[in-house]
């Protein structure tokens, strides 16, 4: 590969610097938010809402549902179906739903490549747009329907190392990105496609953070697909 001489080395190094991301390494990408067609992510950051962080108040994991349900009605857990999307390599329990094994190869949040075996997972299945977060940020004042699709979309879940999700906790754009700089585009591109799709806003600092992220891959495209926003009415939250 020829390299960048003169301007397009400068390019490439305030690229890297401003996002950690260059043009090749967000063309490869992993999991949903690869899945573009939506439009540039950076033009769509400028549709959201800004507005300051509401209070946690009243939130818990209960509000948005029983975990994992199955709201694709196909008769497996969301849990289950996340791994078998992201995973290489799946294999089941009993020739059912259940993913008894499979590799992450590579997580994006971390670029290391992990063993699932289920019951001794190092895997977490992880809301790129973190339920608390949503809560603060207009959930807490939904019909349950929509909470419960949120935290059961496609669109909004990722296969990842469980170490480096638990240091995610429910930040936003702006006080955790994935330590792995090449995934950071394509992250910041899902968080903007739901918080876009659900009608949730984003702080000041959290909208700069986006732009920040995104002006250094500004083809990356949104993501789209996943669930309908609201989940069938036989599904009720607390």
Known sequence: ??????????????LVAVTG????????????????????????????TVKGRAPKTGYSRERFGTAWADTDSNSCD?????????????????GGCKVSYGLLDPDPYSGK???????????????????SDAWQK??????????????????????VDASTNRGKGDGDAATWLPPEKS????????QVAVKKKYGLWVTAAERTAMKKVLTGCPDQKLPTGGNPTKAPERFRAR
């Open 21 to 48: 991301c260059t043009a090749e390494q967000t063309e490869g990408a992993s999991g949903p938010a690869k899945r573009g067609g939506g439009g540039a992510a950076l033009a769509a950051v400028d549709s959201l």
């Open 78 to 94: 969301t849990r289950d179906d996340i791994l078998k999307r992201d995973l290489k390599q799946v294999r089941f329990t009993g």
């Open 183 to 190: 995934y950071r585009c394509a992250y910041v591109a899902a």
């Open 138 to 159: 207009g959930a807490k004042y939904w019909d349950p329907s929509k909470r419960i699709a949120l935290a059961n979309d496609p669109l909004n879940l990722l296969a």
């Open 113 to 131: 490549d992990i063993t699932y075996r289920r019951g001794r997972s190092q895997v977490d299945i992880d809301h790129v747009v973190a339920l």
């Open 1 to 14: 590969m020829t390299r960048p001489r003169g301007g397009a080395a400068i390019a490439v190094a305030v």
